[in-house]
């Protein structure tokens, strides 16, 4: 080998022994770092704590503290005073594909005001890109506009999830709250939390500084196909696929990302000539050891009988094939456990978040359809998309590109550190397998220069 190629070839090895991932903004605002507020008024302001506590759903999603506007106990500043405020970020850094923001809200607010008509206690976001147009969306749970998406209830956290552009170059994200009149202000207010920029997002956070580097660990978009998922099914006329039928779920699609989704009907509803039925998709395995702050994502949509009674929706995690369940949380349009949120209306598009441990290792991830009976099952059943597990720390290892899929579970991997799921625990931000053959390529080269 020549020396030239030599070097090449050692400069190769070093680059990729250098992992590449997503740079993910994140807070959950421990503090205010990086954010400034504006308006208000007598103390009726944005700021950053846990109060007040008696808001329904409670005043953070995570850890102590969340964002948002009111004076500790409500936003009323007065009998004959109206109040509006906002939050604005400092410029994220927006790059790399399919770029979005996330965050979870909770408020209470005088009654029906945002779905009536929109005209009181506002709640609005507006999206300052470094180049471009500035786009402002209002919240609401039937009054809303769609690059944010619907809210669930007063009292219940829920997450919202916004396409960005990278073109944008950065983005200052505003949420803005105005109560248009002095009259039924007596209630908590509007509460933000667990805020994220994912694809290369950078920027001041919060919680007293950098928390960390958010990375894609393994994604699903079902687009080519079911991606190593196993299904299960009491009746093979109705079963869990990766396609994107029925056409209309109510007034929605049946994919959030074009062509698929995974879902469960038979391409038209999850009527089984009348019997009861049920079905599973499972996941191939996924492995966070080594990282931290592990956490899943997915888009849902779904069109059922109403209630929490029939027509059940589960998601479940397990250590042992499911022998047992480390977690398992039945889906609901109010009252869902263990921080997931709650479901927005039938036929619209939103997302879940569901918190894992990186102590359990290798776990699978499992979505659980139960119609309970035969009746009323002409509905178009339950759709899911976009699945995504983060973690923070170091991802990858070049080599895994090298060898080619090492656990089946398709083409999820990005040159020289992409996602990992199912292999050894990363070395210096390479998997060990990735670490030996390096070594021993390294003294190939060394040999051959000599």
Excluded at 108 to 131: F, H, I, Q, V, W
Excluded at 243 to 260: E, M, R
Excluded at 407 to 424: E, F, K, L
């Amino acid at each position: 080998m020549s020396l030239r190629g030599g070097i090449v070839t050692l400069a190769l090895l070093v680059a990729c022994a250098t992992p590449v991932f997503a740079q993910g903004y994140q807070t959950n605002f421990d503090d205010s770092t990086g954010w400034t507020f504006a308006g208000g008024a007598n103390g009726v302001v944005w700021g950053v704590d846990g109060t007040p506590s008696s808001v329904t759903g409670g005043a953070y999603q995570s850890a102590s503290k969340s964002l948002n506007y009111n004076n500790a106990t409500n936003y009323n500043s007065g009998s004959t005073s109206t109040n509006s405020g906002t939050a604005t970020s400092s410029a994220i850094t927006v790059s790399g594909s399919n770029p979005s923001l996330t965050f979870w809200c909770n408020f209470k607010t005088e009654t029906g005001s945002d779905d009536a008509n929109y005209g009181y206690d506002k709640r609005t976001m507006t999206l300052t890109p470094g180049t471009g147009t500035a786009v402002t969306a209002k919240l609401g749970v039937t009054n809303f506009d769609t690059i944010v998406g619907a809210c669930s209830a007063m009292g219940t956290w829920h997450q919202h999830t916004v396409a960005l552009q990278s073109s944008w170059g950065t983005v200052k994200i505003q949420f803005k709250f105005d109560t248009v009149d002095e009259i039924d202000n007596s209630n908590p207010g509007w509460f933000v939390d667990t805020l994220a920029v994912s694809g290369s997002g950078s920027g001041n956070t919060g919680g007293g500084g950098n928390t960390g580097q958010l990375n894609t660990v393994q994604e699903w978009n079902f687009d080519a196909g079911i991606g190593g998922w196993a299904v299960t099914s009491s009746n093979a006329s109705v079963t869990w696929a990766a396609d994107g039928t029925p056409a209309a779920v109510v007034n929605g699609q049946a994919y959030k990302s074009a062509p698929n989704s995974l879902n469960y009907n038979n391409g038209t509803n999850f009527d089984a000539s009348g019997a009861t039925n049920n079905g599973s998709a499972t996941s191939p395995a996924i492995n966070l050891a080594g990282l931290t702050d592990g956490q899943i994502t997915f888009q849902c949509n779904y069109q059922t009988e109403s209630g929490a009674t029939y027509d059940k929706r589960f998601v479940e995690v397990s250590t042992d094939e499911f022998a047992t369940t480390a977690l398992s949380v039945q889906l609901k349009s109010s009252g869902t456990a263990s921080g997931l949120g709650d479901c927005a209306a039938m036929g619209t598009w939103h997302a879940h978040t569901l918190l894992v441990d990186p102590a359990w290792g290798a776990f699978k991830l499992r979505f659980r359809f139960d119609s309970v009976d035969g009746i009323a099952n002409t509905y178009a059943g339950w759709f899911v998309d976009d699945v995504k597990v983060q973690a923070k720390g170091q991802v990858g290892g070049f080599i895994d590109d090298l060898l080619g899929d090492d656990n089946g579970d398709g083409p999820h991997r990005r040159a020289c550190g992409g996602s990992v799921a199912g292999s050894p625990a990363p070395i210096l931000g390479m998997t060990l397998a990735g670490f030996v053959l390096a070594v021993a390529a390294l003294l190939t080269i060394l040999r051959r220069l000599r």
